[in-house]
Protein backbone atom coordinates (compact mmCIF):
# COMPACT_ATOMS: atom_id res chain seq x y z
CA UNK A 1 0.00 0.00 0.00
CA UNK A 2 1.21 3.31 -0.63
CA UNK A 3 2.27 5.84 2.04
CA UNK A 4 1.30 9.35 0.07
CA UNK A 5 -2.01 10.22 0.92
CA UNK A 6 -2.47 13.45 -1.31
CA UNK A 7 -2.30 13.47 -5.01
CA UNK A 8 -1.55 17.30 -5.94
CA UNK A 9 -1.45 20.70 -4.17
CA UNK A 10 -4.25 22.61 -5.59
CA UNK A 11 -2.85 26.36 -3.78
CA UNK A 12 0.45 26.54 -1.92
CA UNK A 13 1.62 29.64 0.15
CA UNK A 14 4.79 29.81 1.95
CA UNK A 15 4.48 29.76 5.80
CA UNK A 16 0.70 30.33 5.84
CA UNK A 17 -1.32 27.72 4.37
CA UNK A 18 -1.87 24.51 1.76
CA UNK A 19 -4.46 23.35 -0.01
CA UNK A 20 -4.53 19.29 -1.68
CA UNK A 21 -6.36 16.90 -2.83
CA UNK A 22 -7.09 13.63 -2.86
CA UNK A 23 -9.20 11.27 -5.25
CA UNK A 24 -10.60 8.07 -3.67
CA UNK A 25 -10.39 5.70 -5.88
CA UNK A 26 -12.33 2.47 -5.97
CA UNK A 27 -9.18 0.94 -7.29
CA UNK A 28 -7.48 1.64 -3.68
CA UNK A 29 -6.80 -1.55 -1.46
CA UNK A 30 -7.93 -0.42 1.72
CA UNK A 31 -11.49 0.56 -0.29
CA UNK A 32 -11.81 -3.59 -0.52
CA UNK A 33 -11.96 -4.62 2.94
CA UNK A 34 -13.37 -1.12 4.47
CA UNK A 35 -16.51 -2.05 4.48
CA UNK A 36 -17.76 -4.51 1.88
CA UNK A 37 -20.43 -2.75 -0.12
CA UNK A 38 -19.96 0.30 1.72
CA UNK A 39 -16.52 1.62 0.29
CA UNK A 40 -15.70 4.25 3.19
CA UNK A 41 -11.98 5.82 3.14
CA UNK A 42 -10.39 4.66 6.57
CA UNK A 43 -10.56 7.81 9.30
CA UNK A 44 -6.69 7.34 9.86
CA UNK A 45 -5.65 7.85 6.19
CA UNK A 46 -8.22 10.82 5.94
CA UNK A 47 -6.14 11.99 8.86
CA UNK A 48 -2.88 11.16 7.75
CA UNK A 49 -3.55 12.98 4.00
CA UNK A 50 -4.27 16.08 6.80
CA UNK A 51 -1.17 15.61 8.64
CA UNK A 52 1.16 15.19 5.24
CA UNK A 53 -0.52 18.24 3.81
CA UNK A 54 0.54 20.32 7.28
CA UNK A 55 3.35 18.71 7.32
CA UNK A 56 5.30 19.95 4.00
CA UNK A 57 3.95 23.38 4.92
CA UNK A 58 5.56 23.17 8.09
CA UNK A 59 9.06 21.86 6.70
CA UNK A 60 9.17 24.54 3.85
CA UNK A 61 8.35 27.50 5.85
CA UNK A 62 11.91 26.04 7.81
CA UNK A 63 14.11 25.33 4.23
CA UNK A 64 13.25 21.58 5.69
CA UNK A 65 16.12 22.06 7.92
CA UNK A 66 14.47 19.45 10.33
CA UNK A 67 11.72 16.29 9.61
CA UNK A 68 8.84 17.10 10.82
CA UNK A 69 7.19 14.74 12.90
CA UNK A 70 3.78 14.35 13.40
CA UNK A 71 2.98 14.77 17.45
CA UNK A 72 -0.73 15.44 18.21
CA UNK A 73 -4.08 15.22 16.12
CA UNK A 74 -7.67 16.63 17.88
CA UNK A 75 -10.14 15.77 15.25
CA UNK A 76 -13.52 15.71 15.16
CA UNK A 77 -15.33 13.80 11.98
CA UNK A 78 -18.67 15.17 10.76
CA UNK A 79 -19.32 12.53 8.13
CA UNK A 80 -17.71 9.71 5.72
CA UNK A 81 -15.52 9.90 2.83
CA UNK A 82 -16.69 7.33 -0.34
CA UNK A 83 -14.71 5.60 -3.25
CA UNK A 84 -15.65 8.47 -5.98
CA UNK A 85 -15.23 11.31 -4.04
CA UNK A 86 -12.43 13.73 -4.09
CA UNK A 87 -11.59 14.78 -0.66
CA UNK A 88 -9.74 18.52 -0.55
CA UNK A 89 -7.03 19.07 2.45
CA UNK A 90 -6.90 22.23 3.83
CA UNK A 91 -4.38 23.28 6.55
CA UNK A 92 -3.21 26.73 7.71
CA UNK A 93 -0.04 27.56 9.68
CA UNK A 94 -1.16 28.49 13.45
CA UNK A 95 1.97 28.98 15.48
CA UNK A 96 5.75 28.12 13.96
CA UNK A 97 8.85 27.86 16.26
CA UNK A 98 12.11 26.08 16.99
CA UNK A 99 10.73 23.04 18.30
CA UNK A 100 7.26 22.18 16.15
CA UNK A 101 4.40 23.52 15.26
CA UNK A 102 0.56 23.66 15.01
CA UNK A 103 -1.94 24.02 12.10
CA UNK A 104 -5.82 24.18 11.93
CA UNK A 105 -7.24 21.60 8.82
CA UNK A 106 -9.95 20.43 7.35
CA UNK A 107 -11.19 17.95 4.75
CA UNK A 108 -14.19 18.43 2.48
CA UNK A 109 -15.49 16.49 -0.43
CA UNK A 110 -17.42 19.11 -2.40
CA UNK A 111 -19.19 21.13 0.08
CA UNK A 112 -19.15 18.59 2.82
CA UNK A 113 -17.12 18.85 5.82
CA UNK A 114 -15.79 15.65 6.50
CA UNK A 115 -12.95 16.61 8.95
CA UNK A 116 -11.78 19.46 11.13
CA UNK A 117 -8.64 19.11 13.07
CA UNK A 118 -6.02 20.62 15.01
CA UNK A 119 -2.62 19.29 14.44
CA UNK A 120 0.57 19.88 16.43
CA UNK A 121 4.22 19.05 14.63
CA UNK A 122 7.38 18.35 16.47
CA UNK A 123 11.17 19.26 14.42
CA UNK A 124 13.42 16.57 14.46
CA UNK A 125 16.97 17.30 13.55
CA UNK A 126 18.39 14.64 12.08
CA UNK A 127 22.12 15.24 13.60
CA UNK A 128 20.45 14.37 16.84
CA UNK A 129 18.12 11.38 16.02
CA UNK A 130 18.51 8.14 18.15
CA UNK A 131 21.49 5.83 17.57
CA UNK A 132 20.83 3.34 14.55
CA UNK A 133 17.98 6.11 12.80
CA UNK A 134 19.77 7.23 9.20
CA UNK A 135 20.73 10.85 9.69
CA UNK A 136 18.73 11.83 6.64
CA UNK A 137 15.96 13.91 5.93
CA UNK A 138 13.75 10.77 6.35
CA UNK A 139 10.41 12.51 5.55
CA UNK A 140 11.19 14.88 2.41
CA UNK A 141 12.16 12.45 0.13
CA UNK A 142 10.90 10.19 -2.33
CA UNK A 143 7.16 10.57 -3.52
CA UNK A 144 6.80 13.71 -0.92
CA UNK A 145 9.86 15.05 -2.79
CA UNK A 146 8.15 15.28 -6.15
CA UNK A 147 5.11 17.07 -4.24
CA UNK A 148 7.44 19.39 -2.63
CA UNK A 149 8.18 20.27 -6.51
CA UNK A 150 4.52 20.46 -7.24
CA UNK A 151 3.76 22.65 -4.30
CA UNK A 152 7.06 24.97 -5.07
CA UNK A 153 5.23 25.57 -8.76
CA UNK A 154 1.99 25.92 -7.98
CA UNK A 155 3.31 28.88 -5.07
CA UNK A 156 5.14 30.64 -8.01
CA UNK A 157 3.53 34.17 -9.33
CA UNK A 158 2.53 33.82 -12.80
CA UNK A 159 5.15 35.03 -15.59
CA UNK A 160 4.11 38.46 -16.85
CA UNK A 161 2.63 37.95 -20.54
CA UNK A 162 4.24 39.83 -23.28
Do not use: C
Not at 2 to 26: M, P, Y
Not at 122 to 140: E, I, M, R, S
Amino acid sequence: MRWTWIDRFVTFESGKSATAVKNLSLAEDHFADHFPGFPVMPAPLILEGLAQTGGILVGEARQYRENVVLAKITAKFHSEAMAGEQLTYTTTLLDLNDTGARVSATAHSGDSLIVEAEIMFAHANPAQLPPGLPDTKFVFNGELTHLLRMAAAVSKPPAPSA
